[in-house]
């Protein structure tokens, strides 16, 4: 589309008052269209309006690989800020029998679980357009360009950016708060290693699509209101699988090979594969997630909200325009998913307590402990997923473990159970304290008394 089409576009959809003032555009006649629109302020208004609303938005709406992950989103929600989700268990066989009087009126309810998504990002962009500017945009084409691209990136694809690092943010909590089945691969170091991950992709691929409850997790994390112990059954054909992949790693391997794994040829597979830079915000080399492979399914993103909203202010000669994006970001339960995770040493660090001999009883002290090579899953918080050492002779007893947000780190409290005696604590975390399930060669020290 020219810019001057752009502009007639602009002058088709707007009013009739708007059409009588301002004439067709062309390739030369730039100023004759902005001079009724900078004399005239409801044709200036209406000008931006359209500009913003419709120009502006589908421009920035046809470079969507600004957030590979789009695709993966579920639509629109018109109403409401709960999104109800309702899965139903295949039903139970019962053995025959040839008396049916007792059990013709007995009820079977169907095993049937429900989980809710609720609104969680409610973002607002703001972009101001001057007098000036508007005026400076119609001394030639490429300024008007210019406008237009400012408003775009500032507006759109600021959003757009965010999605991207929301959605990818999204996938790595799941993996920390162990909302995700996990699958240990070797590290990725030449054509063998490559071929091997390959493999353990396909295989995994192949067995989601029969019905089981390997690869989901909704009987882990099931909601307090369910008390029963069935887990969730179901299937994901391969049509319906998605796996997104670091860049990195895909570079490594040959996505022909990749391709026939998974009985498809180059082209097909390639449209269920999303490469990300990284599992997280920023691309990571120590990143451990290699992949996701997914039941489409279990990305429950929407948009709530998508509106725009503007304000002219006479004083100052501005308009200011706020694009307003809401969204539920969450992920199912009930579907299948698998997180590929590269197994690497995993090492604590801290600076431990130097605690005199001697030391009274009841005193407390906190010591942040490190991890490197994982993170610590939520299941660190219990003292039960801990080789503890050292307490009983040395009276410093530990009391408590919380783990932080970002999963790096733990703060162990402790408490002197008497007068504090020479040694040393140590501990050692077990594999439902990690994310990936490696722990420390070596038990760490966190006080030392002497």
Do not use: C
């Not at 895909?250 to 594969?273: C, E, G, H, P, Y």
Request: charged share 20%.
């Amino acid at each position: 589309m020219s810019f001057s089409d752009l502009l007639n576009t602009i002058r088709e959809n707007a009013s009739a008052e708007y059409a009588a003032r301002v004439p067709e555009a062309t390739d030369t006649n730039l100023t004759a269209v902005g001079d009724p629109i900078l004399t005239y302020t409801n044709v200036q208004n209406e000008f931006l309006a359209l500009l913003i609303n419709k120009i502006a938005m589908t421009i920035v709406h046809n470079k969507t690989a600004a957030n590979p992950l789009a695709i993966l989103k579920r639509g629109g929600v018109p109403l409401g800020y709960d999104i109800e989700e309702i899965f139903t268990n295949p039903a139970k066989a019962e053995t025959f029998s040839g008396t049916i009087g007792e059990t013709l009126l007995t009820q079977t309810p169907p095993d049937t679980k429900v989980l809710y998504h609720r609104l969680n990002r409610q973002d607002t962009y703001t972009v101001t357009v001057s007098r000036q500017m508007l005026k400076s945009a119609f001394t030639s084409y490429q300024a008007l360009e210019q406008l237009i691209n400012s408003i775009a990136n500032t507006l759109y694809s600021g959003d757009s950016y965010d999605e991207f690092i929301l959605m990818k943010r999204l996938m790595r909590e799941a993996v920390v708060l162990g909302k995700i089945k996990t699958e240990a691969v070797t590290a990725i170091a030449d054509e063998a290693t490559a071929k091997a991950f390959v493999k353990h992709v396909q295989t995994v691929s192949d067995l989601m699509t029969f019905p089981g409850s390997n690869f989901n997790v909704y009987l882990a994390n099931k909601p307090a209101g369910d008390t029963g112990t069935d887990p969730v059954i179901t299937w994901t054909p391969k049509e319906d699988q998605i796996l997104i992949v670091r860049s990195d790693i895909i570079s490594s391997i040959n996505v022909d090979v990749l391709a026939t794994a998974f009985n498809m040829s180059k082209v097909d597979f390639t449209q269920r594969v999303v490469k990300v830079d990284a599992f997280g915000e920023d691309p990571d080399t120590d990143d451990e997630i290699y992949a996701i492979l997914a039941d489409k399914a279990w990305f429950q993103i929407y948009d709530n909200l998508t509106e725009m909203g503007e304000f002219y202010n006479a004083k100052g000669l501005y308009w200011n325009y706020f694009w307003h994006h809401w969204q539920t970001y969450s992920h199912s339960l009930f579907a299948n998913a698998v997180a590929f995770i590269v197994n690497k040493a995993v090492s604590l660090s801290a600076t431990p307590l130097a605690i005199a001999v001697g030391e009274a009883l009841n005193t407390t002290h906190d010591v942040v402990v490190s991890i490197a090579g994982s993170r610590f899953t939520d299941a660190a918080s219990l003292l039960s997923n801990w080789t503890i050492a050292g307490e009983a002779g040395t009276k410093v007893v530990v009391q408590s473990i919380v783990v932080s947000a970002d999963k790096k780190s733990v703060t162990i409290s402790t408490k002197n159970s008497a007068a504090a005696v020479a040694g040393s604590v140590t501990v050692l975390p077990k594999a439902a304290a990690t994310v990936s399930g490696e722990v420390p060669a070596a038990a760490f020290t966190i006080a030392t008394v002497a």
